[in-house]
């Protein structure tokens, strides 16, 4: 995995490259393409990503407290104020005997004082709060991290949905292209036995709804490719004109060898749910840094100055001073910081329970809906081929004069159904095993290739 840490300019850049949608006129792309691209340009994921960014700040920001910090600075003073004249000849070591002359003293002329002075702080001891803080900060990062790939399965599990769905809708407007051109041919039948006086006219009425059904159902099924086409486009972060060439999918196997080891393992390592046990980490150096409040603080400054009456380093002084601060009551604010914080671990534990039941019922209900989906494909394909039989023995015995027109019409309305339903179901599996392996938090690119 590739690290986070850039200089800020790369960081600006990627920014820069995200902040609007992919412009092409044409895009040609498989299946694993359109999810790597995803992965890539997704504007939601590299929000995520900057997310990462700051927690990963945030780590090295609590790192940094544990080093001394170093202060330069520099003042320049221009007084006749009594104190500070006198004070500024002192620190420049240039007092005279004159200088304690009271009219000197309490009427002095304007003096010049160019201080300049370096400070290092150095935290001793804080009570294990820097500790806290920086396990905090690593636990903040590393459940930004399990959410960022928890959100990674996710957008896959959308493209492949999207990108499937193109490829059912286009099937379904095959599939619709043909019942409307069936229903034209039975329309201009009907019409023919209606001029022969074998049928009357209500049955040539029949047949002409039966046709502006069928053209209907084109129409919506040229809208659902349209909308799947849309989502698809915007999981990719790409320009609405844009022109996709998809190649057809490979509707992937049974990519799970052994569903029931997948219950135990979901139920572990999810990335949802070690974001959430991370949250917990969290929470527990959070009561650590509560109780923190309760130890003594020691810290040490070292100090150099040097003073002159001109911009120069002259003059060297130099103090070593330890601090002990010690907060030995609060009215009670410190016990209930402690309280907070290990309510909110106990709350996060909670959470991480009744997340690994939901996720053992979940993963348990997609290995079940996946059996459904492989036996629900056989039903309908099996039923297809039977519907497809009956219309073609309608059809003869209706042009023979030997069958009702309404009979005709169902039959055909009953394999336009059939073929919708199969082709929902072939695609249905496909999502269902996919849906599996999201569920299990197993959905990621190197095993779909």
């Known amino acids: 995995m590739t690290t986070l840490k850039k200089p800020q300019f790369l960081i600006l850049l990627v920014g820069f490259l995200f902040q609007s949608p992919v412009l092409s006129e044409t895009l040609s792309l498989n299946l694993i393409g359109a999810m790597e691209f995803a992965l890539k340009q997704n504007q939601l994921l590299a929000a995520t990503r900057s997310d990462l960014v700051q927690a990963e700040a945030g780590l090295d920001q609590a790192s940094g407290s544990f080093w001394p910090q170093v202060t330069v600075s520099t003042a ?12 500024s000849k002192l620190q420049q070591k ?8 009271p009219a000197s003293l309490n009427n002095p002329d ?7 002075q370096v400070d290092v702080n150095v935290p001793l001891y804080q009570g294990g709060a820097l500790f806290a803080a920086k396990s905090q900060a690593k636990n903040y990062f590393a459940a930004n991290k399990m959410g960022l790939a928890a959100q990674r399965q996710q957008l896959l599990f959308n493209v492949i949905q999207a990108y499937t769905r193109i490829f059912q809708a286009k099937a379904q407007m095959a599939a619709a292209e043909k019942s409307f051109q069936a229903a034209q041919r039975h329309l ?58 998809l190649q ?3 509707l992937f196997s049974d990519v799970v060898a052994n569903k029931s080891l997948l219950i135990d393992w979901a139920a572990e390592n999810r990335p949802d749910l070690l974001a959430l046990k991370f949250q917990h980490k969290f929470h527990r150096a959070g009561i650590a840094q509560a109780q923190s409040a309760f130890r003594p603080k020691l810290n040490m400054q070292l100090s150099k100055q040097w003073n ?32 907070k ?6 709350g996060v534990q909670h959470q991480i329970i009744d997340k690994q039941y939901a996720i053992r019922n979940e993963v348990r209900r997609a290995v079940r809906m996946l059996d459904e989906a492989i036996q629900r494909q056989h039903v309908k394909q099996q039923a297809e081929q039977q519907a497809t039989e009956a219309l073609r023995i309608r059809t003869l015995r209706y042009k023979q004069g030997l069958e009702k027109t309404n009979e005709l019409l169902d039959s055909q309305a009953q394999l336009d159904v059939s ?31």
């Open 76 to 87: 320049y003073v221009d007084t006749d104020s009594p104190l500070h004249v006198f004070g």
């Open 308 to 339: 002159s009456d001109k911009f120069e380093l002259e003059n060297e002084q130099s103090s070593v001073a330890v601090q002990l601060n010690w907060n030995v009551f609060s009215g009670g604010s410190d016990y209930a910081a402690v309280n």
């Open 188 to 245: 201009k039948t009907t019409k023919a036995l209606h001029r022969k006086g074998v049928v009357i006219k209500s049955d040539v009425m029949d047949t002409g709804i039966h046709r502006l059904n069928a053209e209907i159902m084109l129409t919506q099924a040229n809208n659902e490719y349209k909308t799947a086409e849309d989502t698809l486009k915007h999981l990719l972060n790409l320009n609405v004109d844009t022109e996709l060439l």
């Open 248 to 250: 057809r999918p490979d």
């Open 341 to 346: 914080a290990s309510a909110k671990a106990l």
């Open 110 to 116: 304007n003096y010049q004082n160019v201080k300049t």
């Open 419 to 449: 073929r919708a339903e199969f082709i929902r179901a072939k695609y249905n599996v496909t999502l269902a095993r996919v849906t599996l392996l999201l569920t299990a938090g197993k959905l990621n690119l190197k095993d779909l290739q």
């Open 94 to 101: 240039n007092i005279n005997s004159s200088d304690f002359i």
